[in-house]
């Protein structure tokens, strides 16, 4: 038993330190701001993280296969501003959405194509997606267009009580991160997609030579990365009502922190989406300590964000260690 | 002709690679239910042959017959989906998911759509079961020993691919005698059940103990397949190097000549010499033209010992003297400057850079000792590279090879040119000969001595006994992280193999 609990405590030490770590900071908050006690706060985390949240769980599946998707951000942008100007002509979101979702997922398909079979570093392959996607974003449309579209703005605006709390509410976009969420934690753990997606970022010439589908997986991944981008970019441009080629500028490094933070290894095929969650709660701990602080410069937000990474980046190594021995 | 028994009967095969004949009309047959060892030296072809049953490399020429249907095998899954399983020296698993998933991924059973965890890990276990492993398959493989998830993918063999025929390569190179043995009560288990084995091995005493039949390949060609049993190991070697064993004659003889030496300076001395958790306080002595050699078993505290003389650990006891000199800074790089040299053990994950060529590789310890901004030209670094291959007999068409595309051999002689190329005074040898074959075994012997002879001081450490025996002229046995004993070298094998068991 004691064995067990031991085994336990290692395999998933990354985890449960971010969770620790998550309600010391919020605990924290509590008592410097008694504010932050009101259960409000801690639901409009999930408003202001709702995009954020999106898209890392995405990119914890790519990080899991040892890769890396800079390109989110890009996408962001370029389904808010391609979604707005389709809307702007009076094209109905009922067909938007669905084409928005499905640019994303080719655009996924594309870089996960060129990282599979051109052998193209992941890195390279998604930073020039990066490019492409906010240059497009930019060709659509140089300022910021405003949407007025009926169906978007009932989204954005209508309050989902949550139960059991008196007041306490989200906005229907801040529920797509949970749900998603429940839907990756089934596919990583309950599907031959999830666990091929740990055996590649653990070693791809063995998850090849035990005969899996490496090559179908690893696209898939990137292909789920643009799906979640552009999802985000939806839920994105559903809260501010609007689509820009400036959108999100450098969330793409956010969510690669908030996966981090969330006990996933850079090195590939260790963490899961639970440790995501928090790792994105976190971040928006530390943005809503600053907001009722008031004083202090945002930026703290990125020096926090940054030094809670390293922190975590000794702490997984050490556990790495542990383990090896 | 054709053994009704055979389930797998290769013939003619005949593949060539650029420049290099490596299997000529090869013909090989494995029998239901026998271990049928592949012996030859490196170069032989073995790998080469088992590429092609296994689908990595197609052959030129030549048949296989599969339980008598001519098959053609694409590639290494179709080889699985045959029924052809290969286990390698580094296991081809995952480390990070768990035994069951390794041993069932791609196969997992479902339910509602979704893996079904519960059979899942109990087939595993029941997998596990049939090779007598019983261990909580819920874990990551990671959290198991090598011989552990050698017996994880075997079992994965067996399962997913319901294997008939199982090829285990250099199996047991990781794994010490337990755990051998552990491997053996399977590979036995398997052969009761049918299971053609093919086992490649370096270690002619496990041939010995646990094969059929053996197979011997020299330089690509057949030279024939032997009932084990009757055929003597003196034949055996004799044919795999196809010359009678002068060559392990004169490296007696260097030895003997080195013997007369008398005019021997003491170079390094540790008195008392210790680290907790690591060695327990040694004393130990080493002169010029002399070669000491450090025998033990796996755990017995020989690389620790190595590791503290070349400073890569720092002691906590006693006192290391080099030249009269009492060494106060541990580190390799004052070893460097003192004129010691280490080759660790392990060529691949701490010697050899294998996308460097041969002369990059030699010119790196040197290029270290002059220092980094102190420009070696071209010229030079192809005089010395071109001196030490020679010297060395490295084969290779050119210095400008990639080391990683030589056999195990010459990449130890790679490594030994490079440490040499810095003319050290001291040379510690851990394991040198580590999977290389017989013929190169003994070249490299032969080098030592020779080394010895030109008044060199060297510490050769070794798992095997014949070799200790040969190449020392005095020989240290460590037990349990102690010195047990000291002899000359006219001590007989038998003594020393009851010190290293503790047998007084």
Known sequence: MAQRIKFFLINNGPLLTTITIFVLVYFAGGRLYPAMQKPQVFFNLFINTASLLIVSIGMTFVIITKGIDLSVAGMIALTSAASAALLVKGISPVIVMPLMLLMGIAFGIAMGSIIQYLKVEPFIVTLMGLFFARGMAYIITLSSLTIKDPVYRYLALTKVHIPFFEKAYVYIPSLIGPLLLVVVIYLANFTRFGRTVYAIGNNEQSALLMGLPVARTKITVYAFGGFCSALAGIVFSISLLSGYGGYAPGMELDAIASVVIGGTMLTGGVGNVIGTLFGVLINGTIVSILQFNGTLSSWWTRIGVGALTLIFIGIQSLFYMKKKN | ?504
């Open chain 2, 1 to 504: 002709m054709a053994d009704p028994q055979n389930i797998l009967n290769m013939r003619g095969i005949t593949k060539s690679f650029p420049g290099v004949l490596a299997l000529e009309n090869v013909d090989f047959s494995l029998r239901k239910g026998e271990v049928h060892a592949l012996i030859g030296e490196n170069g032989a072809g073995k790998s080469t042959l088992i590429k092609v049953l296994t689908g990595v490399e197609p052959p030129d020429e030549g048949s296989i017959e599969l339980d008598g249907k001519l098959i053609q095998v694409r590639s290494p899954q179709h080889s699985q989906e045959l029924g052809i399983s290969t286990v390698y020296q580094e296991i081809n698993l995952c480390t990070n998911i768990s035994v069951a998933e390794n041993i069932l991924l791609g196969y997992e059973p479902h339910r509602f759509g979704s893996i079904d965890w519960k059979k899942l890990n109990i087939l595993a276990c029941q997998a596990l079961k049939k090779l007598d492993i019983d261990i909580d398959v819920t874990q990551p493989l990671g959290n198991f020993s090598v011989a552990i998830q050698q017996m994880v993918a075997i079992a994965r063999s067996l399962e997913v691919a319901s294997a008939k025929i199982l090829i285990l390569d250099e199996p047991t190179s990781s794994l010490d005698i337990n755990e051998t043995n552990r491997l053996f009560d399977v590979i036995r288990k398997l052969k009761g059940e049918g299971i053609g084995i093919i086992f490649i091995t370096h270690f002619l005493d496990q041939v010995y103990q646990i094969t059929d039949r053996i197979t011997v390949l020299r330089n690509g060609r057949l030279v024939g397949t032997y009932h084990t049993a009757s055929l003597p190991r003196v034949e055996l070697i004799g044919k795999m190097l196809g010359r009678s064993l002068t060559e392990l004659d004169e490296v007696s003889k260097a030895k003997l000549m080195g013997e007369h030496k008398k005019d021997r300076q003491r170079l390094v001395e540790a008195k008392g010499l210790g680290l907790k958790g690591s060695i327990e306080p040694i004393d130990f002595e080493l002169s010029t033209n002399e070669v000491v050699g450090i025998a033990g078993l796996l755990g017995s505290g020989r690389t620790e010992m190595a590791n503290l003389i070349f400073g890569i650990d720092t002691p906590d006891t006693g006192s290391l003297t080099i030249r009269g000199e009492k060494i106060t800074r541990f580190s390799p790089l004052e070893s460097l400057e003192n004129g010691i040299a280490l080759c660790p053990e392990d060529r691949k994950a701490e010697g050899i850079v294998g996308d460097l060529t041969i002369r990059e590789n030699i010119i790196l310890a040197l290029q270290a000792r002059y220092g980094w901004f102190k420009f070696l030209t071209t010229q030079k670094q192809y005089e010395v590279s071109q001196k030490y291959i020679e010297l060395l007999g490295i084969v290779t068409p050119s210095p400008d090879q990639l080391v990683k595309n030589l056999s195990g051999g010459n990449q130890q002689k790679v490594i030994l040119a490079r440490w040499l190329a810095t003319d050290p005074q001291v040379l510690i040898l851990d394991e040198p000969t580590r999977g290389i074959d017989v013929g190169a075994k003994a070249e490299i012997q032969k080098l030592v001595l020779e080394l010895a002879e030109e008044g060199k001081s060297i510490l050769f450490i070794s798992s095997e006994l014949d070799e200790v025996l040969r190449t020392s002229h005095r020989i240290v046995v460590l037990r349990d992280r102690k010195k047990a004993a000291e002899y000359s070298s006219d001590v007989n094998g038998q003594t020393i193999i009851q010190t290293m068991a503790g047998i007084s």
